[in-house]
């Protein structure tokens, strides 16, 4: 059994969006301080549990299980379950659910509870509630606070006494520690504003009369989950007023918005991690991966454990994968060293963005135990979450450091690069054009993290065209195709008012 000092960080959760599971715990499991449990995901059981026939195909918020040392009620300040039904079982040192005012705490109140086999034990003793609101206690040293018996006048539905004063914000969920006030809430109904719970965050924009048309305000809010937010988190994509981390069919994300696609849209795929020979060919045009990347040998060799699934090559890779700019989870390549047809990432080289959403032991690029010889990870840009380890790649010159990352902007302060136990690099492993202080993820010019002069799109040169003109303290670089950079390291073209002449831009 572990100590309660093992569960110390659970006195401070006050809220739980999903659902609650205790299941064999030898011991208390205390959390002194959750108010609330909304229930947005709930556990269903697919078979009944012996004894409680009726528990099969029901969702609960709240399961504790077989917990044979537990003595006492793990959440005795618990307000409300919003969603979701109650199930006890096999918890013999527990005392009898019937001290406690369910009705206060979930919609259908004690029909809402299953219990079998609570309180069995001889030894338990029923609390004396006697000294508690309604006789109703969690022991006998703590009684049940109720919400819900409030004055009737209340403009919700929770309060903390039964004066009208002591009415909860309407917009307070389980409970209040202040009468009519909506920065004191248990919780928020719907969405949080800074310390203030709120029914919906304040419009980005609002109808001008005078104008006849709609304009900006000064305090408006995305929707981020249950917070509203000045700009949306990194990760995340502005789409009207919501944040989202995938834009939705017909927009594609830009700069931090979804915007209207200008012809055919990103194709956003779901991925249950492994890529093997029965799913590799659903994936061919997909531009997002909702999920996880992760290519291991087991999944891509045949195997006699799963009967007629192909073999996976690099040019099946490539069909699939090439199109491929952002992975919400984890890139992970492990255990190749003996696949000699696996010499690159470059079916990747379109990869952008790796959200690290969902990390592999804490990584979010994990290349370990591979026959690579390079990377080719050539448009990753960013790594928004989770460390990176490319380890023990004995054909592969992995120039990869933690400050040419962080110098580069492809990952932040708080995440580590760990490299070790591959090939010894050359100085002049990356190519000349590379800023080698950055890195590179492979030979060839278009690999370089960085560029030391100018990034020809995403290639980088000693500089934009054979002609140089100078303009003042301004440089422009230009071709008979208009190409110019103006100090900026990086090329692109003349707007198409520009009149163009041979050698330079005017």
């Not at 140089?468 to 073209?493: E, H, I």
Request: glycine share 8%; charged share 20%.
């Amino acid at each position: 059994a572990l100590p309660i000092s093992d569960f110390a960080f659970l006195a401070n959760i006050t809220e739980i969006t999903g659902y609650l599971y205790i299941q064999g715990a030898h011991t208390n499991v205390p959390l002194p301080n959750l108010k609330v449990v909304r229930g947005r995901e709930t556990r269903t059981l697919a078979n009944a549990l012996p004894g409680l026939s009726q528990s099969r195909g029901e969702k609960f918020a709240i399961t504790i299980g077989e917990s044979f040392g537990m003595t006492a009620w793990p959440f005795p300040a618990l307000q409300q379950v919003v969603k979701g039904k109650v199930l006890l079982y096999k918890i013999p040192m527990l005392s009898s659910p019937d001290t406690i005012d369910w009705s206060d705490i979930l919609s259908n109140g004690r029909a809402d509870v299953l219990d079998y086999l609570v309180g069995s034990d001889s030894s338990v003793k029923t609390p004396n509630c006697s000294s508690c609101p309604g006789n109703f206690c969690w022991a006998n040293d703590q009684c049940h606070i109720r919400t819900s018996v409030c004055h009737r006048f209340c403009p919700g539905n929770r309060c903390r006494g039964s004066a009208i004063a002591d009415c909860c914000d309407a917009d307070c969920l389980g409970g209040c520690t202040k009468g009519l006030d909506d920065t004191a809430c248990s919780a928020c109904e719907k969405f949080i504003n800074g310390d203030q719970c709120v029914d919906q965050c304040p419009p980005l924009v609002v109808f001008d009369f005078k104008t006849v048309s709609f304009v900006p305000t000064s305090d408006g809010r995305y929707i981020f989950g249950d917070e509203c937010v000045r700009q949306c988190p990194n990760g995340t994509f502005a789409n009207g007023q919501q944040c989202v981390e995938i834009c939705p069919e017909g927009r594609r994300p830009e700069k931090g918005f979804c915007v209207d696609c200008n012809g055919p849209c990103p194709k956003v795929c779901d991925l249950p991690r492994n890529v093997d020979g029965f799913n590799v060919q659903n994936f061919t045009g997909c531009t997002d991966i909702r999920g996880s990347l992760a290519f291991t040998d087991f999944n891509l060799n045949k195997n006699p454990s799963f009967p007629g699934r192909p073999q996976v090559n690099q040019s099946d890779l490539e069909a699939a994968f090439s199109s491929v700019r952002r992975v919400t989870g984890y890139v992970r390549v492990a255990s190749l060293s003996n696949e000699p047809r696996f010499t690159s990432l470059t079916f990747l080289r379109n990869l952008e963005w790796i959200g690290g959403e969902e990390l592999y032991f804490g990584l979010s690029l994990f290349i370990q135990s591979t026959s690579l010889y390079e990377l080719g990870l050539e448009s990753l840009k960013t790594i928004a979450k989770g460390n990176i380890q490319i380890a023990k790649n004995p054909n592969m010159c992995a120039n990869l450091t933690k400050e040419g990352l962080l110098d580069s902007n492809v990952i932040r302060k708080d995440q580590s690069v760990t490299v070790f136990s591959n090939k010894n690099c050359e100085d002049d492993y990356c190519d000349s054009q590379c800023n080698r202080t950055l890195g590179c993820w492979g030979r060839n010019a278009s690999h370089c993290i960085g560029c030391q002069n100018f990034d020809y799109f995403g290639t980088c040169v000693s500089d934009c065209s054979a002609t140089a003109k100078k303009f003042g303290s301004t440089l422009v670089y230009a071709d008979r195709s208009g190409n110019f950079v103006s100090g900026l390291g990086v090329c692109a073209y003349c707007h198409e008012e520009c009149a163009q002449e041979i050698g330079r831009a005017v």
